[in-house]
């Protein structure tokens, strides 16, 4: 493949970050990659430099994106030793003179974010938050959504990245918004998952085939991309991580966090914290999010699969 796109650096290659930067080598840009753990294979293969730091990424890379776990881990790695910040520091410039851009995809607290960004723009440079959903599957088939919080200006220089790796992109505001939209969807998605769960269990304990229910449901109102895949994989038992509870958890403390701050009552939110702080407290916490299901099954002493 004939490299003709934008130099871009990616920090952070777990489950979404690798699939994610693997499309941005198939669109063609030229990637310098930096990860804790051992770089993916099929990076390397597809051409990917991998660098010792986030500074060296961020010095040979015009555009920077960072994909972690939490909001420590993007503060360590913009601002830390050998951080981004640090490639960034000598005002430099992209290879087209524009300014360097940052884009953190990462899911974290909207409050840092907009701390996170004042200060890569002091130094010169540009900032997008756009943390994405769509778990490992939207990751891998480059149909991630992508809410994106910056500048109108900065957001189109990013846009032919976010495409190659999602399809509904959206410029929600400023930074943060980004942020802010995603902690709204997280809530959505977990209140989602906890209806789904509790219907299949109190139709299993009824008696009923909680395959068949699902499947009756897919055609009404009731339908949902939550019951369609998280029903199925609480029916099957398949909880192998795509989104794991524990970040699942992070991102509703975020928003209890926020409600805290605001005054905004969010009783429901909270009581899906719990329910994943149970499957926490069993040793559930790396399971699939759809695997909260599981503390439902617990309290009631029954199994959607149970029968």
Do not use: W
């Not at 994610?20 to 390397?44: C, D, W, Y």
């Not at 520091?89 to 524009?98: E, L, N, R, V």
């Not at 938050?129 to 500048?151: F, Y």
């Amino acid at each position: 493949m004939t490299k003709s796109g934008q130099k871009i650096g990616f920090i952070g290659l777990g489950i979404m970050g690798a699939p994610m930067a693997l499309n941005l080598l198939k669109a063609g840009h030229i990637l310098f990659v930096q990860t804790r753990s051992k770089t993916p294979i099929e990076l390397v293969e597809g051409g990917a430099t991998v660098c010792t730091s986030a500074e060296e990424v961020a010095k040979r890379a015009d555009i920077v994106i960072t994909m972690l776990p939490d909001t420590p881990h993007v503060e360590e790695v913009l601002f830390g030793e050998r951080g981004v910040a640090a490639g960034l520091k000598a005002g430099a410039t992209a290879s087209d003179g524009q300014a360097k851009v940052v884009v953190d995809m990462s899911s974290i607290s909207p409050m840092a974010t907009k701390r996170f960004a004042q200060r890569i723009e002091a130094l010169g440079s540009q900032y997008l938050d756009a943390p994405v959903s769509g778990g490992e599957v939207g990751a891998k088939a480059a149909s991630l959504t992508i809410m994106v919080g910056g500048h109108e200006a900065t957001f189109e220089r990013a846009r032919p990245l976010f495409e190659a790796m999602g399809k509904n992109i959206t410029l929600v505001g400023g930074n943060g918004d980004g942020q802010t939209t995603k902690v709204a969807n997280q809530i959505i998605v977990a209140l989602n998952i906890e209806a789904v769960a509790e219907a299949l269990l109190f139709a299993s304990k009824a008696g009923a085939d909680p395959a068949r229910v699902r499947q009756a449901l897919m055609g009404g109102f009731a339908a949902s991309r939550i019951l369609e895949v998280h029903g199925e994989r609480m029916v099957q038992r398949s909880f192998n991580p795509g989104f794991r509870i524990e970040l699942h958890q992070k991102d509703l403390g975020l928003a209890l966090q926020g409600a805290r701050e605001m005054g905004v009552a969010l009783p429901h939110t909270a009581s899906a914290a719990q329910l994943m702080q149970v499957c926490a407290a069993h040793g559930l916490a790396g399971l699939d999010h759809s695997a909260l299901c599981c503390s439902l099954e617990l309290m009631s002493d029954h199994e959607i699969a149970g029968g």
